[in-house]
C-alpha cells in the first residue's frame, strides 16, 4: 500500500471530518484529505487530483451520496468508495453495493474504518492487475488476428514464373520469392548452400571439415 494516501471526504459536519481523521491516525495509516461538500468542488477534485480512496456521507442538504458515488463510477470505477454514515438501513446498505460501494462504515463505529479501506484498496488493486492482464491478453489476440490477416494471401494457389520463380502479387507485380516473404511475413532472409548446391558450384566443399580461417 502507497506510505501516503490521498482521501477525499465527502462530508458537510467539520466535526465529523476530524472524527474521521483521527479514526484514520489511530488505524496507524498515513494520509493526506481534502474535504468537499457541493457537487462543484467534488466534480473539480476528481478532476484535478483523483484520490485513491473516497470517503463520503450519505445525505447531506448541498449533495448527496448516491449522486458521489455515480460521479466517481463513471469516471474513475476503480477508486473505493465507501460510505461513512450516520445510519443505513438493511435496504439502504443493499443498494449502496448494487450501485458500486466498496463498502460502508457507521460513524459510531469508526474502528471499523481503516479494516474497511484496507480491504477496499487491497480489491482495487486485484482488480487493476487482473484488468491489465485481460488488457495484454486482447492485445496479444488482435496481433495474432493481425499476423494471421498478412499471411492469409500465403493459402492457396500462387502465381509463380515457372522460370525465374518470381512471384506475381495481388497488385500484378513481379518479385522475388524473398521480397514476397519479407513483406507478407516480416522475415529477414540469410543466405548461405545447401549441401547439394555446395557440391555443384565447389565439388567436394561439403564433406570437408570446417576450419577457420587463419588470423
Known sequence: MKRDLNIL???DVPADVRLIENALRRGGLAF???QVETRQQYTLQLRNQPPDVI????GFPAFDGYTALSIAKSQFPNIPFIFVTGALGEEVAIQAFEK????YVLK???ENLVPAVVRALKASEERRK?????AERKKLMLDMLAAMQKTKTLRGLLPICASCKKIRSEQGEWTSVEAFLTRHLEVTFTHGLCPECADTLYPGMSSKPFKPAAP
Open 55 to 58: 470517503l463520503s456521507d450519505h
Open 130 to 134: 487482473r484488468d491489465e492482464v485481460e
Open 32 to 34: 493526506q484529505t481534502r
Open 9 to 11: 471526504i465527502v462530508e
Open 100 to 103: 458500486g460501494a466498496s463498502d
Open 108 to 110: 459510531h463505529h469508526l
